[in-house]
């Protein structure tokens, strides 16, 4: 990188807010890149997102869901890398289209859970007394449900698809969120910075958003990419018994259960979306740990 | 300016109840500084804390700037007094930088000019420029201190007061950190409370001094008697021996 802008981004005495504020960004990524767990993962999810934005590219012209009967079951060759399913579908192609639905889940699940989780972490710890009571005996409520059992059920009641198996997935995941936010907010609650800016006469949303929250953040953050490996998995096992994305979307959990039937012959159909699921699920678990180094604000 | 009368405050803890201040009244003029000192335990920064409004007391009569004191109190009736703790590695925010700290009390209050008013406040308590954009992890003890006096001065109160301001910090430190309070305090012309176990710090600052012992008030004393040691009550005496220390005399 330019010898300058370096300097200026990591000035000891940024002489404006801007500067102070891109120096910290750019100081939280190197330490994000230098940190060989973190990398790792982030490569991964990087090339994830990649395959998914240009699946149309790099499936060469062919579709997830146009079935060739001739070639069915065919093994990996030149012309189908992974091989092809029961229906002669290139195996290759439809991985690549799974990357979209699996990061469909992944991007929609975390948009419902860190929210709320927070919010009602936040303001179960901070407000205390009955509303307390109330939001946490909820959380508790929402915990006691067991998850894959409660998808079912709900998959079952509204049909099965992927929107439902994200509302499914989102009312089971949300309960350690608001634990984790909680306890946080309890310990932060009590301490001298917060009554400072109760002095200064800043009203309970001021403290609970602008004090209070992003010292949650960092915590929620790193457990939902760790969580992000679980998400991952429940939606492919969803798929696998069939209630969440429903045939001919290309998914990976229900592309394994399609491989169930033929796994000791044509082996490469339930193992190559299965390596998938597996190589994300890891990617995410190494980002959310390198994240753990990085956000510990003890280690700076 | 400060008017205390009968004030209690009663702290229940799972079943327990503990009276940590029993009927304690006095009265604080304008400009005066007005030090409250007693051992650990004895309720001084609690009725600090009460005056503030930051913990639940009752009291016949709690008036400030002649106005009794509500509950809740209002963004006017903020504005009035700010607080320095004790602490200063637990009263700043650990992800805010300097400047997100001095600004956020101007933001609440709406204030104009925001950006110079922070640049005067870090200079007015002795801090550099270079300091603006620091973190306060990245910063020493009395550093911290400087940075959280300047927060409790930039709404411009009339009241400020100090809950042992300087005893987390080393004996070098803590006369710079004095001298600069005794600074500010005229150029201001602040009423303050000080609260502090140290009595050498609290006469020299304080023009009267309280002294509390197991939440109650045992007197109220001039500096000059303090430091002469002419006084009514045997507690103080014997706070005053305590404080002097060991002597070879003694042993």
Known sequence: MNQGLTQWLMSEAPASRRQAVLGSVYRGLVAIIS????????????????MAMF?????????PIEQTLSSRLAPPSAEHWFGTDELGRDIYVRTLYGARVTLTIVLLVSVVVAPIGLAVGTLAGYLGGWVDAVLMR????FLAFPRLVLALAFAAALGPGIENAVIAISLTAWPPYARIARSETVTIAKSDFIAAVV?????????????????????VIVRLTLDMA?????AAGLGFLGLGAQPPTAEWGAMVSAGRDVILDQWWVATIPGIAIFIVSLGFNLLGDGLRDVFDPKAS | MIRVENLNVTFHNSGRTMRAVRDVSFAVAAGETFGIVGESGSGKSTVLKAI?????????????????????????????MQFVFQDPYASLHPRQTVDDILREPLIIH????IDDRVVAAIANVGLSPLHRFRYPH???????QRVAIARALILNPPILLLDEPTSALDVSVQAEILNLLSRLRQSYSLTSILVSHDLAVVAHLCNRIAIMQLGQLVEIVNAADLRTGRVQQDYTRQLISASRGFTRAQA
């Open chain 1, 55 to 63: 699946a149309p590219w790099l499936a060469r012209g062919m579709s």
């Open chain 1, 35 to 50: 940190n060989p767990a973190a990398l790792t993962g982030l490569v991964i999810i990087a090339v994830l997102i990649l």
């Open chain 2, 138 to 144: 990245q910063l020493s003890g009395g550093q911290r």
């Open chain 1, 199 to 219: 002095m200064q006469g800043a009203s309970t949303w001021r403290v609970l958003f602008k004090h209070i929250v992003p010292l949650c953040l960092s915590s």
């Open chain 1, 230 to 234: 679980g998400i991952i998995l429940t």
């Open chain 1, 138 to 141: 909820i959380t508790d409520i």
């Open chain 2, 52 to 80: 503030a409004g930051l913990v639940k007391s009752s009291s016949t009569m709690l008036a400030v700037n002649g106005r009794e004191a509500a509950e809740r109190r209002s963004r006017e009736e903020r504005k009035l």
């Open chain 2, 110 to 113: 709406g204030s104009n000019n």
